[in-house]
């Protein structure tokens, strides 16, 4: 089509001469129903592109904690921490649509919205974290903040991270994340990356940070190297929902910079006020980063994100090579970002989250005692896990997690899994999340639970090798391949 028949209406709405829309091979999938949808993309998705549950959802319409399949059934959504607001919050919708229906192009230009965005984020830093930069996504935040942290540290090539941690899908987040390269057809830690056990409270495991931080940087000195960053999300997320003991990043951060590494705080599941108590997850620890990354809740589902640093490091890294990115800081994204902020204070949502959030974790305590297959319940404000275990143990029971997964969707209620063996059921609902929302939870689970795991089930669980490494699929190691430099840098 060329641009002569693109017009616009007095409405300020598109029309396109000639197209007749009953014809367009595009509209076609308003008439699916779900095996169509999941044929049609067992063919034509990667194969490795994951679906959530053994039957997969058709879903077709969201709002506020609700999803609705293509045959109208609602389910209450307790693990959507994207749609932070709710799924299709009035207030971003609007912005959003009225902003593309206006103007979207890159941040080449100067636009309003993008700097109050950046003063709205800033302002809810502690003073020194002051400079923005805008990304498409939590994997390029922190792709982008490793790239700014080894311009400060010149010379400087390894990067400490936190066990079970997901820092982003990009060739260098994914050497970051020992949640992909420890797991199915990850290829093994780098030479030059060093993993901090992840605490575990509930064991009483790994609770010293500063031992962990400082066999991390003698590590990289043994082979000549020197940390360039420290990166650890401010609530292990993947790790399985891990709340960092008392103090554990104010040792970790003593210790990466008197080596002179870069701390940063991943806010990527975690932050704008999810947490309850505080707006971002570091300051539950105390502890000032040198740069935040931020993702999904950012835009409420808007495809954005953004790192937040020191005026010194944003100079270290202004080296002369422009930072531009296509998307990144869009006028569509900046409008998403400032609706989300504004929502979270006109609906109060961070209080909310903390008073809602209390009386989801004490409903859960009170399950715990009755049901000995759960060991362990933590979190803060909407942030929240419960372990399974086999009972009257400490061992990791997957397979009732996946099946509490499971039957909970048949319940119309979902949950997700995660932790090192996917036995911690995960609850990081939109913000909007009510305490009638926790009783329909709990009373599903109670449901659930009271008859007992299934045979079958707690056989799985008896079989199951916790201390077992997860089966790789590949065809080379680290070990095998060439430094690329990395060593004794």
Not at 121 to 142: F, H
Not at 211 to 218: C, F, G, M, T, Y
Not at 390 to 400: L, R
Not at 472 to 486: C, D, E, H, K, L
Request: hydrophobic content about 40%.
């Amino acid at each position: 089509m060329s641009c002569e028949s693109h017009a616009v209406t007095s409405a300020g709405q598109s029309s396109h001469q000639g197209d007749v829309v009953s014809s367009s091979p595009y509209s076609q999938g308003n008439g699916f129903n779900t095996a169509q949808v999941a044929s049609k993309r067992s063919v034509l998705i990667g194969p490795n592109s994951a679906l959530s549950f053994d039957e997969p959802l058709y879903i077709v319409r969201g709002r506020g904690q609700y999803l609705y399949d293509a045959e109208g059934n609602q389910y209450l959504d307790c693990c959507n921490n994207v749609a932070h607001v709710g799924h299709c919050h009035p207030k971003v919708t609007a912005a959003v649509t009225k902003q593309l229906e206006t103007l979207n192009t890159n941040s080449r230009y100067l636009h309003d919205k993008l700097v109050v965005l950046a003063e709205g984020i800033t302002r809810k830093m502690p003073e020194p974290l002051q400079v923005m930069y805008a990304v498409c996504s939590g994997s390029e935040a922190n792709d982008l903040a490793l790239r700014v942290a080894r311009a400060n540290r010149p010379g400087a090539w390894h990067v400490a991270v936190m066990e079970g941690a997901y820092h982003g899908h990009t060739t260098a987040t994914l050497d970051l994340s020992p949640y992909k390269f420890d797991g199915p057809g990850g290829m093994g830690k780098p030479p030059h990356v060093h993993v901090l056990p992840c605490p575990d409270v509930f064991r009483g495991h790994n609770l010293d940070g500063r031992a962990a931080a400082q066999a991390a940087v003698d590590a990289a000195h043994k082979v000549g190297g020197h940390v360039s960053a420290f990166f650890c999300e401010s609530i292990l997320s993947c790790g399985g929902q891990v709340v960092l003991p008392a103090g554990y990043l104010q040792q970790v951060y003593d210790v990466m910079h008197q080596a002179g590494a870069v701390c940063i705080a991943d806010e990527v599941q975690c932050g704008f006020g999810r947490v309850g108590s505080h707006f971002w997850g570091f300051e539950l620890q105390s502890v000032v980063p040198d740069m935040v990354t931020l993702g999904k809740p950012i835009g409420n589902g808007f495809p954005m994100g953004a790192v937040v640093m020191t005026p010194k490091l944003a100079q270290g890294f202004s080296n002369g090579m422009e930072y531009f990115n296509t998307c990144g800081g869009c006028t569509g994204a900046a409008a998403a970002g400032v609706a989300v902020l504004e929502a979270i204070e006109e609906d109060r949502l961070q209080q909310h989250a903390h008073q809602v959030g209390t009386y989801l974790i004490h409903q859960l305590e009170a399950l715990q005692k009755d049901y000995p297959c759960i060991g362990h319940v933590r979190g803060m404000g909407l942030f929240v896990g419960f372990e399974l275990v086999i009972p009257d143990s400490q061992k990791p029971a997957p397979g009732t997690a996946k099946f509490v997964k499971e039957a909970m969707k048949a319940r119309r209620v979902l949950v997700s899994t995660d932790g090192h063996h996917n036995q911690v059921i995960k609850i990081k609902p939109p913000m909007c999340f009510d305490k009638s929302n926790v009783d329909t939870l709990m009373a599903n689970l109670i449901d659930l639970l009271k008859p007992g795991v299934p045979a079958a089930v707690q056989e799985i669980d008896r079989a199951y090798d916790p201390n077992k490494k997860s089966t790789r699929i590949q065809n080379t190691t680290w070990q095998a391949m060439p430094s690329n430099g990395v060593q004794g840098v």
